[in-house]
C-alpha cells in the first residue's frame, strides 16, 4: 500500500511489541525490549548495505579474505524517546556513529520547535538511520528529515515501531524517498496526538516520567 513502508511483522517482534503495549509493563521491562526491537529494525534496514570492503586476514587455519563495512551509516535520535532505540542500534552496529535532534510540536504556534542538534562532523552523504519509536502526526518527524537534508546527508532510513496510516501518507508526500521501518500501522490517533491502540507515551514510559 505505502511504497516507503517496510513493516516487519515477524513473530518475535509481535511478541515483544505485545509486551510494549501492557500497560503494567514496568519501564526496566519497556526499555529492554525497545532496545532488542531496535536492534532487529537496524539488522532489517542493514540488510541491502552495499558499501564493503574486501580485507585480507589470517584465520586460525588459513590467510582468507573478508567483508568489512565501511562508511557506516549514523544512528540519529529525536529526543527524547528515541534515545531509547539509540542503544539497540549501536550494539547492532558499533561503528556507527551517532547524533541527536531535539524537536517538539507547539500548539501554541501550530509548528515545530527545534531545541537542540547535534551531528557528527562527517554527515555528509553518510546514511541515516533516524529512530523515533512512536510517528503520530509526523510533524516532528518531517520537520526532523528537513534539518538532516540541510546537512546533504546520504539516503535516511526512518526506524519506528509504530507509525499512523496519516503519517504515512504525509512522509510518503514530502519525502517520498525516505524508507520507513516499523512494526505496524495504527489507523487511529487521538484529539491530542496518541496513537491507538499505541502504547502511551514512550518517553514517559522509558524514563518514569509521567
Not at 141 to 168: E, F, N, Q, T
Request: a neutral charge.
Amino acid at each position: 500500500m505505502y511504497k516507503n513502508l517496510i513493516e516487519l511483522n515477524h513473530p518475535l517482534l509481535l511478541h515483544k511489541l505485545g509486551y510494549l503495549r501492557d500497560k503494567n509493563t514496568n519501564s526496566s521491562d519497556f526499555r529492554n525490549l525497545m532496545t532488542e526491537i531496535a536492534k532487529m529494525l537496524a539488522y532489517e534496514a542493514m540488510k541491502d548495505w552495499q558499501d564493503l570492503d574486501a580485507v585480507a586476514i589470517e584465520t586460525p587455519m588459513a590467510p582468507a579474505k573478508v567483508d568489512r563495512i565501511i562508511n557506516p551509516p549514523v544512528a540519529v535520535a529525536i529526543l527524547r524517546a528515541g534515545n531509547g532505540m539509540l542503544d539497540g542500534v549501536l550494539s547492532m552496529i558499533p561503528i556507527a556513529s551517532a547524533g541527536y535532534i531535539g524537536i517538539y510540536r507547539d500548539k501554541f504556534i501550530q509548528n515545530t520547535v527545534e531545541y537542540y542538534f547535534k551531528l557528527p562532523q562527517d554527515v555528509k552523504n553518510r546514511q541515516i538511520f533516524l529512530c523515533d519509536p512512536l510517528i503520530a502526526t509526523a510533524d516532528t518527524m518531517i520537520a526532523a528529515i528537513d534539518r538532516l537534508k540541510s546537512y546533504h546527508v546520504g539516503p535516511i532510513k526512518v526506524l519506528s515501531v509504530l507509525v499512523s496510516d496519516h503519517a504515512l501518507k504525509r512522509l510518503e508526500h514530502f519525502h517520498p524517498d525516505v524508507k520507513i521501518y516499523a512494526l505496524n500501522v495504527e489507523k487511529e490517533m487521538t484529539e491530542n496526538g496518541y496513537l491507538v491502540p499505541g502504547l502511551g507515551d514512550a518517553g514517559d514510559r522509558l524514563y518514569q516520567t509521567k
